[in-house]
């Protein structure tokens, strides 16, 4: 199979021209503008590389094969290895503002950018935190993204911090979102395993907002509290939820990381303790 811009041979079973970029995978038709082009079998091509998701859905990792000259971009400290010949560079991008929106929104203030160079080079990068990695290629669509979950993308693709809400900020809880935007490869994770939601026009749906991963930019959202009345939503154990309306989909993750440093707070170490200040509950 040929691209049908610049001539370029496609590698059997993918969906992006490697010297161009344009989308080339017709056996599918075009995408729907409310669908999200998720990789189910982990694999692909994209602009200069191609990409592999290993060790689903607990352990997850991403393997990218740069062309000579070509790079991908990743949220800093996913990397976990990578060829002699990757050159790794970290920068402010969009400068000292940009760079203090993402500290603000809980991401590093530094994006590193991964360059092969004399030949094609390996890239793999995991999350933090144990759980999946889902590969969405973006057809000139927009996505949010929670913060956390960003690992890597396009060096094409749009990303900027926005705000998620006055109600998250009152909450403390999902004051920023990133929008990411363009055509290319983006790669987000998740803790836990990743549901995937589809919302039928007029469709609504909660979502707290600890489990949310990416959703369409189209999809509209407001944000609220999760029972009504102030005291019935504190002792319900829940904060601030998401309500979309649909259409559109959703991507879920199955665990919540602050609700997992919730159940291990009583364990820490406490200011003024003795010993170790380890808690333990041995249970009788």
């Known amino acids: 199979m040929n691209c049908p811009s610049c001539g370029n041979q496609i590698a059997e079973g993918g969906t992006f021209c490697g010297r161009c970029g344009t989308r080339v995978d017709s056996s599918q038709g075009p995408a729907s503008p409310h669908s999200i082009n998720l990789d ?16 689903q859905p607990a352990f997850s990792l991403a393997v ?7 790079s991908i971009m990743a949220e800093a400290g996913a990397m976990v290895s990578m060829s002699a010949n990757i050159e790794l560079q970290s920068q402010m ?4 503002f940009g760079a203090l929106k993402r ?6 203030a530094f994006v590193s950018t991964f360059t092969a160079h004399g030949g094609p080079g390996e890239v ?3 999350p933090g935190a144990p759980g999946d990695i889902a590969a969405i290629e973006l057809n000139n669509q927009s996505f949010f993204v929670q913060s956390s979950s960003y690992l890597a993308g396009d060096a094409s693709l749009t990303v900027d911090t926005k705000w998620g809400g006055a109600k998250s900020f009152f909450a403390g809880e999902g004051l920023f979102v990133l929008m990411v935007q363009g055509q290319g490869l983006l790669l987000v994770s998740s803790f836990g395993a990743i549901h995937r939601k589809t919302l039928q026009a007029g469709e609504r749906y909660v979502v707290d907002t600890g489990h949310l991963v ?5 999809t509209q959202y407001t944000l609220r ?4 009345g102030f005291f019935r939503s504190m002792v319900s154990g829940e904060g601030i939820v998401a309500e979309f309306t649909g259409p559109g989909e959703l991507l879920i993750q199955t665990r919540n990381l602050a609700a997992l440093a ?19 509950n041995l249970g009788g």
Request: hydrophobic share 35%; net charge positive; charged share 15%.
């Open 93 to 96: 991008k969009g400068g000292l």
């Open 64 to 70: 990218l094969t740069l062309q000579a000259e070509q």
């Open 262 to 280: 919730g159940l291990l707070k009583p364990f820490f170490p406490t200011q003024g303790s003795g010993g170790s200040g380890f808690k333990i």
């Open 40 to 55: 189910t079998d982990g694999q692909g091509t994209g602009r200069g590389y191609k990409y592999e998701i290993l060790h």
């Open 103 to 108: 500290a603000a929104g809980g991401e590093s």
């Open 225 to 228: 509290k999760a029972a009504a």
């Open 214 to 218: 990416a959703w369409e930019g189209t």
């Open 124 to 126: 793999t990068l995991a």
